[in-house]
């Protein structure tokens, strides 16, 4: 079997056996890369850097094999030693060109790895080099004046998503194992889910985020809300790349170390579940809503305990409150210049106008009272969530309206849109399931278990309680077995 189409999981054990060599595990990825110029995904190669990390890696192993990290039962060198892997363009990668998709800063060779990117590398990683993005991330599908478009593998005419669809693609078209991006809003789920991969978007603050861009590079602070995470082709794999990312900071891992709790149950009939198929605030078609049917008779078949009734939150102002936040922090890179027209803009709204500008305008220059008043019902909104998973293990959600969309990248923004069922519907109702986990940093993952009559993948959504990552991830491998 071509070794490039195995998992992460497969790949490993086969590094383990000395059935295949690192380099010659990445010189098959490289040269699937070269051969597959449409797929526009990895944009930025370190092909010659990857190939004398990955003989590095295989003299690594020769040495530790029957070695200490052997008898102890870890992979001798680094959870991930001679895996190879990308990385998503908006993760500073020391001495390889990080541009985030922007014109701007397309000669930025960063002298410093991003934190996630230095983890990866310390567990033996090998990065082949850099996935596409939007500009700055500021899209949920992916396309710039630098890179182009990075086309959904399983039709070009549909979009990969966005922001991390180079990442999702990648993994998709057997370029990488696994991939690396980030979530703000579904910047990480919702390419898994139109490119049929598993995602994980990780617990609030367990990977760490400098080194992302936006902010600018340089700075040390990001959104508060931005979670670091894998992409893959199963759920076994999300855990291995999880094993690598997760841990304290630089100026914390002195005195701080992470433990995240196992699963909570063994087999999935003992788990809770809660699902929540549809809404009004947000619509799905109607084969997605067959899809969650589907979902909750096998569980119910298994004899899992599902409640499909209660609701840890409305999603109206969830979403709201989410959308104020995200604007609020976004305006911390704005140039001084643009934030004084964004200022003088708001002052001249009238109260009764709830326009969507309007409200952008409001969150993009909100004193810092009324933030700190967004950020009490944030942590109101934790709480509620925590109550909700006292008494469930994992809810179960859409990942979004429909299967993937036609491509708009060649669109003005005030153009897009996406229809639903025959409705012309909001071009960003297609995160708005995913962004329920947005201000409260839960853990959630994106699951494919299902295709349209298109053969475009589908993909569910299971969030979990904060830092039961874990869970999250063993529910997926136990829904993958029982619907796939």
């Known amino acids: 079997m071509n070794p490039t189409h195995l998992s992460a999981g497969e790949q490993l054990r086969a590094l383990e056996t000395g059935e295949?060599?690192?380099?010659?595990?990445?010189?098959?990825?490289?040269?699937?890369?070269?051969?597959?110029?449409?797929?526009?995904?990895?944009?930025?190669?370190?092909?010659?850097?990857?190939?004398?990390?990955?003989?590095?890696?295989?003299?690594?192993?020769?040495?530790?094999?029957?070695?200490?990290?052997?008898?102890?039962?870890?992979?001798?060198?680094?959870?991930?030693?001679?895996?190879?892997?990308?990385?998503?363009?908006?993760?500073?990668?020391?001495?390889?060109?990080?541009?985030?998709?922007?014109?701007?800063?397309?000669?930025?060779?960063?002298?410093?790895?991003?934190?996630?990117?230095?983890?990866?590398?310390?567990?033996?990683?090998?990065?082949?080099?850099?996935?596409?993005?939007?500009?700055?991330?500021?899209?949920?599908?992916?396309?710039?004046?630098?890179?182009?478009?990075?086309?959904?593998?399983?039709?070009?005419?549909?979009?990969?998503?966005?922001?991390?669809?180079?990442?999702?693609?990648?993994?998709?078209?057997?370029?990488?194992?696994?991939?690396?991006?980030?979530?703000?809003?579904?910047?990480?789920?919702?390419?898994?889910?139109?490119?049929?991969?598993?995602?994980?978007?990780?617990?609030?603050?367990?990977?760490?985020?400098?080194?992302?861009?936006?902010?600018?590079?340089?700075?040390?602070?990001?959104?508060?809300?931005?979670?670091?995470?894998?992409?893959?082709?199963?759920?076994?794999?999300?855990?291995?790349?999880?094993?690598a990312l997760a841990g304290p900071s630089p100026e914390d891992s002195p005195a701080w170390r992470l433990k995240l709790p196992a699963p909570r149950r063994r087999r999935l009939r003992e788990y809770r579940v809660g699902v929540w198929a549809d809404d009004p605030y947000c619509r799905v078609d109607a084969e997605t809503r067959a899809l969650l049917e589907r979902v909750s008779k096998t569980l119910h078949d298994l004899g899992s305990p599902v409640d499909d009734t209660t609701r840890p939150t409305d999603m109206a102002s969830s979403d709201r409150l989410f959308q104020s936040l995200m604007y609020a922090g976004s305006s911390a890179s704005a140039s001084p210049e643009a934030f004084a027209a964004e200022t003088a803009a708001a002052a001249h709204l009238t109260p009764d106008d709830r326009s969507p500008g309007a409200a952008f305008l409001r969150a993009r220059t909100m004193r810092h009272r009324d933030w700190m008043l967004a950020h009490e019902e944030r942590r109101q909104l934790r709480e509620r969530w925590a109550g909700y998973f006292a008494d469930l293990d994992v809810l179960i959600t859409p990942s979004a309206p429909t299967a993937a969309v036609p491509d708009q990248t060649s669109l003005p923004l005030p153009d897009r849109h996406i229809t639903v069922d025959g409705e012309r519907r909001g071009y960003w109702d297609q995160t708005t399931w995913l962004n329920l986990v947005g201000p409260v940093g839960l853990p959630a993952a994106t699951l494919p278990v299902g295709t349209t009559s298109d053969g475009l993948p589908l993909s569910i959504q299971i969030i979990g309680p904060h830092l039961h990552d874990r869970t999250v991830t063993r529910v997926a491998a136990l829904l993958d077995a029982a619907l796939n």
């Open 20 to 243: 295949i060599s690192s380099r010659e595990l990445t010189a098959a990825h490289l040269e699937r890369i070269a051969a597959h110029p449409e797929y526009n995904a990895v944009v930025t190669l370190d092909g010659d850097r990857a190939l004398a990390a990955a003989e590095a890696a295989d003299e690594r192993r020769a040495r530790e094999r029957g070695g200490d990290g052997e008898r102890n039962g870890e992979r001798a060198g680094g959870a991930l030693l001679g895996l190879p892997v990308t990385v998503k363009d908006s993760l500073e990668t020391e001495g390889l060109r990080t541009a985030c998709g922007s014109t701007e800063l397309a000669d930025h060779v960063p002298d410093r790895d991003a934190d996630a990117v230095a983890r990866l590398r310390a567990a033996g990683a090998i990065v082949l080099g850099k996935t596409n993005t939007p500009p700055m991330c500021q899209d949920i599908q992916t396309g710039n004046p630098l890179f182009g478009t990075t086309p959904n593998p399983h039709d070009p005419t549909r979009t990969a998503g966005g922001s991390s669809g180079g990442s999702a693609a990648a993994v998709a078209s057997y370029l990488s194992p696994l991939a690396i991006g980030s979530d703000l809003a579904g910047s990480l789920r919702l390419p898994g889910h139109y490119c049929g991969v598993h995602s994980l978007r990780t617990s609030r603050g367990i990977v760490p985020a400098r080194g992302h861009v936006p902010r600018p590079p340089g700075w040390l602070t990001t959104s508060d809300m931005l979670a670091i995470g894998p992409l893959a082709r199963s759920a076994a794999d999300l855990d291995l790349a999880l094993d």
